[in-house]
């Protein structure tokens, strides 16, 4: 398993030289299980969406159910799933402020984030996009390029592009606001 790990897959934001393998044999509950049985507190779940524990009977049940009907649908048909959790959301958990009017379901925060790129951006029509200076966006280039982490930031927004706007202001060069 290791070998073929480190000899076939890419770890993003990873040199393999700093890559190191913890194979994991199973989960339980909030913990990772070594090949040995040593149990690792997972302190990782919320970055994985998996806050409500590993294995989490009533999760594992509802998708039992959920694929004996769907194995997979594209989001442009409608099932009950999609149609009750929107309801849900709209009317049950936001209905009192009245705000929000629809809902999108994708697949991740990263996701997530790029539609909301791309809608401001649509909405407001202007091009530039504030956002927290050292926060993790997600892993997409429109994301990934939100965040100071130059690292972090791809091939999207350059450090040394004069368009820059954290380059014109001077940030890159230690000066704040």
Known sequence: MIEWDTKYYIFIR??????????????EGCYLI??????????LSGLISVNAGQRNEKII???????????????VFTNPYKAEAAKLIIEDILGPDG???????????????EEALMIARLFTNKPIIVSREFAYHGWTLGAGSCTRLQ???GAI?????????????GFEQGISS
């Open 151 to 153: 690292w972090w930031r």
């Open 14 to 27: 990873y040199a393999m030289e700093e890559f190191h393998a913890t194979p994991i044999a199973r989960t």
């Open 61 to 75: 049940e509802a998708i039992k159910e959920a694929m004996e009907n769907y194995s997979y649908l594209w989001e």
């Open 34 to 43: 070594l090949p040995d049985g040593t149990k690792i507190l997972d302190f």
């Open 157 to 169: 927004a350059s450090p040394k592009d004069p368009n820059n706007y954290r380059d014109v202001l």
């Open 99 to 113: 705000w929000a009017g629809k809902v999108r379901f994708v697949n991740s925060g990263s996701e997530a984030n």
